[in-house]
């Protein structure tokens, strides 16, 4: 496969800080845009966003805001439409920046996103987060990636470890399989391999990306192992392509390239970690820079990888950036043969670009 380059466009948004983007196609040709933006990441006004690129046109509209608990942070919104071809937006919601405290929320639209429903809990168990899309199976059973952020001693950034989520009454009730070992990997993004289904998934180590497999409609993985391709402790997204490969966007490097200067994140207030344990991120590794932003295919369901595109670099953005950001990118294969990836800008806005798959 190889990949032309289009175009590319910046997301309207109100807010300064800008992340976590994902993308949906309509069955009319229609994209949506989700995404957070606030003051900053952690803060009580973060809220979910939603904007929408009609077929044919060039511009984003401005954008939807949600706002359902003032007291809670909200992040990490995906979008996904079910079998009965509603539209779900599920987002999680946590106070401050402790992620122990974070559960999940969902609104629904039976309007194609021109209008939504009030937001309930769909998981309440603190700790709950999502990040990237349910898949479905040929029996209509809805598998929803998830992790837990546990409680650490001092309720920061605790350890983590990934659970799918298996709904077979259009999301009513839900069954829950845990990934084993998978301790440290977060942000799992699920295709559809020969034999089954294949994970993939962000490592707290920022080490590499990590791969598991199922083969019982996902209720039993296998022990996450390591590809070749870099991590960053970043979020990443794979997607099954009509020809068959699997592509994944994602940071093409790692904590061993680029060490930290420091570990810790770099995107919350340092008022709001001056003070407190911070030994809880001694089993991970954060700061690590977030650039370049690449596109990779596998031919052979994910154990071998070629480069397709670099989407963004330090060469897009000035010098005056010492470590720029492009992460969280959201990628899918259009109606139009179309490669459209959104991703975060420097923090500052949500970028749309598009490739012509040849």
Known sequence: MQLNYVSTNKIPSPFSHNHASNLLQLQNGDLLCTWFGGTKEGKADVSILCSRLAKGEQKWSEPIIFKGNSERSEQNPILFEAPDQQIWLMYTAQYDIHQDTAIVYIRKSADNGQ????????????????????????????????YYS????NGFLGDDYSVVKISRDQGRTWDEYEVPESKGLVHMSIVSGSNGLIGFFRSRKADAIYR???????KTWTKPAKIELPNNNASIQAISSKKGSILVIYNHINAEQAPPKENRPPWFDKADIDGLNLKTLESATWGVVRSPLKIAESTDEGKSWNELAVVASEKDVSSDYSAPEFSYPSILEGHDNLLHVSFTFLREHIQHSTYKLL
Do not use: H, Q, Y
């Open 115 to 146: 209008t939504w429903g009030d937001a309930s809990v769909l998981f309440d168990k603190p700790g709950s987060f999502v990040r990237n899309p349910p898949v479905v199976l040929e029996d209509g059973a809805i598998l929803l990636p998830a």
């Open 150 to 153: 546990m409680k650490a001693s």
């Open 212 to 218: 598991t497999t199922c083969s019982d409609d996902g």
